[in-house]
């Protein structure tokens, strides 16, 4: 019988991290909310949630030192919205140099026919490349709250239009990473991370 993977939900000021964790329960798996380096480092699968303002939320990472650790980690690791965002190499968001694991910026929606900031709802995602997607998450609609966006580039696996084509997931090398809600994305969220846990 194989022994259940080890989950670790990396716990700082992120305003999603109860929900990400409510979402592993719906989909039958257990995870630790955790801040401590070592169960970080030595779990299976690590997901990096996030909620909240790039630099405050740096500042945070940096005071506690999971910022290398975030660097440094090998196994699969799944970013969350702002979890996505920091991951990459800078944000307009009060101009924050980010964990610069993903070579992508992030960057402010400049809307330009009538549309509302911050991007909130359902939107459709298309071109889904990846390990964490499947054919039946294409052209499927996930959920958003965010005003900062990952601009499409090298490393973007899935694309949301909303202003221009954003990068909807990324993924780079052990690291994947979502701008939507998986946790609030209903049953296609859950889709993604039982792909994630399987991975």
Known sequence: ??????????????????????????????????????????ADKVIFPGVGEASTTMAHLRNEGLDNVIRGLTQ????????MQLLCEHSEENDTECLGVIPQKVKLFQPANGEKVP???????????????????????VYYVHSFYVEEGPYTVGLTDYVLPFSA?????????????????????EQILQNFIRL
């Open 1 to 42: 019988m194989m022994n259940k993977p080890s989950i670790a939900i990396i716990d700082y000021n992120a305003g999603n991290i109860q929900s990400v964790l409510f979402a592993m329960q719906r989909i039958g798996v257990e995870a630790k909310v955790t801040a401590d380096h070592d169960t970080i480092r030595n």
């Open 119 to 141: 991007h909130m709802g359902w939107n459709k995602m298309y071109d889904l490349k990846g390990d964490i997607f499947d054919t039946r998450q294409e052209e499927q609609h």
């Open 76 to 83: 699969p690791v799944l970013g969350v919205c702002v979890g």
């Open 169 to 189: 997931a990324v993924q780079k090398d052990n690291f994947y990473a979502t701008q939507f809600h998986v946790e609030k994305s209903g049953s296609i969220g």
